[in-house]
């Protein structure tokens, strides 16, 4: 009976035991409920700080920024591009010999240059052989904001010598324009007058720009010129539309007010080849005061007259003098065609003066055409409606054996300041202006070493064809008898080390 009795005693127990159970698995119950509670908790802390640790970084990537050197240029900008800032440096050193007959006597030795300058006078007869800085540049361009951009450029280089420095351009431009790529742009540039005037002078195929594109783009635009301006352009076309005013640091009464326009066009392009056409104007409306305008009287004159295809030596040896007017119309037709690795573009320039009093409005003109061939096969890169520099496929490396690319350029000019000139020996008519006849014949041969270095070596052929006004229109005592030839024939031999980026 002994075991009945463990039995009934063990059964016992477990019945009394059984509540005491029960309640310890409820408060293990409540304490795994707990603790699954506070890890969902914290499950959901993890994910917040993780989207908030990856909204972070995605802000710290978008406002990092980056540094390249392309085509030897330093830009900063930063990962969306919305802000870039590019570095921006150009030297150009010239040299020239001046191949002409050798200098003789004011008295007898007649060639001269421009009006009542006598230094001019003097150096017409023996060009100053040498070297110049043509350009030193250095400055800086970019984005803000993604919409707006900005150019700044300062020039210590000059035409026969160099300059204490100069603003060559200070802008800034608003592209967010939502047509035609259209852009607006206020400060200190040179809005485009033509087809030469558009390329850049680090890409153009010779040392200059042709005269008459030169002597134009002098009237209304040029480098350092105020100016507000409307661009535009499509797959195939371009229009600027600008209003302008005086170059920095040229100061006057009243300053002139021009408006320079251009509209361009492609009409035919197919892969290495296209044709483009243009027209352009300039328009000087109200010209510059020389003096306080009593009563009307101010002269408001207009002067043109421009150098050699070369700026070794400045001295000017076709001038009009100036020409008290009322306003300018200048007007120009553009052509050009690429082929592959060959491309010859022209202009024609019309020059009408609106010359106050009763003397006559002079009208004068000027042309040229010019062809290149690179002759290791690279072409020209037509962009902006203009022909810019070609670029080698293999730099100069003696190592892989790439010598660069090589480019052959020939050119005709023609600028006539003349207007009832007459003929040789004989005075000059009531209103006449003899402002000569210049025509430059150029070859020249460039080597681009690499995206950022060049040679321009040229020989050119000018001959000018001016005739004495008489009297003291040169300077007092050293004016040629009224219809003696002033100008001269001679050779110019000239080579340009540059370095751009």
Do not use: C
């Amino acid at each position: 009976m002994a075991w009945k009795t463990r039995l009934i005693a063990g059964v016992a127990v477990a019945a009394l035991a059984w509540p005491a159970m029960a309640a310890a698995d409820e408060a293990t119950d409540a304490r795994i409920k707990a603790l699954e509670e506070q890890l969902a908790l914290l499950q959901g802390q993890i994910a917040d700080l993780k989207q908030s640790t990856a909204k972070n970084v995605a802000a710290v990537r978008s406002d990092a920024t980056t540094v390249s050197l392309a085509n030897g240029r330093p830009t900063i900008a930063t990962s969306d591009g919305r802000f870039t800032a590019s570095f921006r440096g150009v030297f150009q050193l010239d040299a020239a010999h001046y191949d002409q007959r050798a200098p003789g006597p004011l008295g007898s030795d007649f060639r001269r240059g421009s009006f009542g300058d006598a230094a001019e006078n003097d150096r017409a007869r023996d060009l100053s052989d040498g070297a110049n800085f043509r350009r030193a540049r250095i400055g800086i361009e970019g984005k803000a904001f993604g919409d707006f951009e900005y150019n700044f450029l300062y020039d210590f280089g000059g035409s026969g010598n160099e300059e204490a420095g100069k603003i060559s351009a200070a802008w800034v431009q608003y592209g967010g324009l939502p047509f035609a790529n259209a852009k607006i742009r206020i400060g200190a540039f040179s809005p485009p007058s033509g087809l030469e005037e558009a390329v850049s002078t680090n890409g153009s195929l010779f040392a200059e720009r042709a005269s008459p594109a030169e002597l134009v783009r002098g009237l209304a635009a040029g480098d350092g010129r105020t100016a507000v301006a409307f661009l535009a352009n499509g797959d195939n076309w371009t229009a600027t539309a600008a209003i302008t005013g005086n170059i920095i640091g040229v100061q006057t009464f009243d300053e002139q007010t021009a408006f320079v326009g251009r509209l361009s066009f492609v009409p035919f392009r197919r892969d290495g080849s296209l044709i483009h056409l243009g027209v352009n104007t300039s328009i000087v409306i109200n010209p510059a005061a020389s003096g306080p305008d009593v009563a009307g009287t101010a002269v408001t004159a207009i002067r043109l007259r421009d150098r050699p295809e070369i700026r070794v030596d400045g001295t000017r040896l076709v001038d009009t003098g100036n020409i008290d007017a009322d306003g300018l119309t200048a007007i120009g037709a553009e052509f050009g065609a690429q082929w592959k690795n060959f491309y010859v573009q022209s202009e024609y320039f019309d020059i009408d003066v609106d010359r106050k009093g009763a003397l006559g409005d002079p009208d004068f003109s000027g042309w040229y055409a010019q062809a290149g061939w690179t002759l290791t096969g690279e072409a020209r890169r037509y962009g902006n409606a203009t022909f810019d520099a070609p670029r080698p496929t293999k730099p100069f490396d003696l190592k892989t054996g790439g010598w660069g690319a090589w480019e052959l350029g020939l050119r005709y000019s023609k600028l006539d300041l003349n207007y009832l000139a007459g003929a040789p020996g004989t005075a000059a008519v009531a209103g006449a202006i003899r402002g000569g006849e210049q025509e430059t014949f150029t070859l020249g041969l460039n080597w681009y070493v690499n995206n950022v270095l060049r040679f321009q070596a040229a020989y050119q052929d000018v001959s000018v064809d001016r005739l004495s006004p008489g009297g003291t229109a040169f300077v007092a005592g050293s004016t040629p008898p009224a219809g003696a030839q002033v100008g001269q024939d001679l050779t110019i031999y000239s080579l340009r080390t540059q370095y751009a980026f």
